[in-house]
């Protein structure tokens, strides 16, 4: 039996997509780059494919193979955007099949088996070993998608004040003296991790900041 292809994106889907792609575009494309610059090394096109069909598995979504399989067929290598058009197959496939609400929770549940725990909808950390030794706080932004900025900025907010309340009363952190974490939202929007309280470095997409800075601005204000 020939496999027909799904026939949104419309209207809804369609808008749907946009707003994945707004999201998740960059990200997605970051997490498969190795899969294209094995390709461009040893020029094994199905391979590429095959390696972009396991990053379903990743996503926890391999029902969704065929359809992206589909997709990636009308893809030539020859094309010069096609690793542009293989990311947008990889999301349309999204979009066509699962709620925003569900690739946000498919993003929560896969950054909990990385080992961050969750601050707020809009933060996660894990504890890290710094290269000089000692320990730090990594940061991490999970997928969401919030109706406003607003409600993102609020969000953050509440981790942090939720981060500065873990690292007070859990005597285990003791000797964590810095927050850290690196996203390109620190480079397109520096303002606002600056405003935050963080020091950001536009270049690496540093955001850092120290222990005492956390308890001052984010801390139960009678028990720094």
Not at 8 to 16: F, I, L, Q, T
């Amino acid at each position: 039996m020939e496999f027909k292809e799904p026939q949104p994106p419309e209207n809804d889907v369609r808008k749907k997509f946009i707003e994945i792609r707004r999201r998740l575009f960059e990200k997605t494309l970051h997490e498969i780059s190795p899969y294209f610059n094995f390709y461009r090394e040893k020029g094994d096109y199905e391979k590429l494919k095959k390696l972009l069909l396991e990053y379903l598995d990743e996503k926890g979504v391999p029902e969704l193979k065929d359809q992206l399989s589909f997709k990636l067929s009308a893809i030539s290598p020859a094309d010069d955007k096609m690793d542009q058009k293989m990311v947008d197959a990889i999301l349309e496939v999204l979009a066509e099949n699962l709620t925003l609400e569900e690739i946000e929770e498919g993003s929560k549940q896969s950054i909990a088996e990385k080992g961050y725990k969750l601050l707020s909808r809009a933060l996660s950390y894990q504890i890290t070993n710094q290269h000089g030794g000692g320990r730090e706080v990594n940061l991490h932004i999970p997928t969401n998608f919030f109706n406003t900025s607003r409600e993102a900025i609020q969000s953050i907010q509440e981790g942090l004040r939720n981060l500065a309340i873990v690292l007070k009363n859990d005597a285990d952190l003791a000797d964590i003296k810095e927050i850290f974490g690196v996203s390109k939202l620190v480079i397109n929007n520096p303002r606002l991790f600056k405003s935050l309280g963080f020091e950001v470095d536009t270049e690496s997409g540093n955001a850092l900041m120290s222990r005492e800075r956390l308890l001052d601005l984010y801390g139960p204000k009678d028990e720094k």
